[in-house]
């Protein structure tokens, strides 16, 4: 069973900047598929950043050019670099994994198998 495990979550001031990691456990993750979703408080969970094992990502349009997301395969990591950030970022941050390599990057929560224990981000204005 793939673990996943996040980190790099906090408090920070509008404008400010955080990168998240999440590190998976099994041997699976050179060739998974990769995403970041979040959920803030009374609000749907909602897709983020994805990037799949040919290095190929895809964003959210509320976080494009300011968020991004990478991956080493070396340290079985995916990150997610976050700048510019503002209050309506404010949620609990998931790292997602699929079960099987696809050559492009699904913002589908159901393409997913596996999921972490979330990160919390909170923004203050």
């Known amino acids: 069973q793939e673990q996943l495990v996040e980190s790099g979550g906090g408090l920070v001031q509008a404008g400010g900047s955080l990168r998240l990691s999440c590190a998976a456990s099994?041997?699976?993750?050179?060739?998974?598929?990769m995403g970041w979703f979040r959920q803030a408080p009374g609000k749907e969970r909602e897709f983020v950043a994805a990037?799949?094992?040919?290095?190929?990502?895809t964003y959210a349009d509320s976080v494009k050019g300011r968020f991004t997301i990478s991956r080493d395969n070396a340290k079985n990591t995916v990150y997610l670099q976050m700048n510019s950030l503002k209050p309506e970022d404010t949620a609990v941050y998931y790292c997602?994994?699929?079960?099987?390599?696809?050559?492009?990057?699904?913002?589908?929560?159901?393409?997913?198998?596996?999921w972490g224990q979330g990160t919390q981000v909170t923004v203050s204005s």
């Open positions: 990037i799949a094992w040919t290095g190929i990502r």
């Open positions: 997602a994994e699929q079960d099987r390599a696809t050559a492009t990057p699904t913002a589908r929560w159901y393409d997913y198998n596996y």
């Open positions: 099994g041997s699976t993750f050179r060739r998974a598929g």
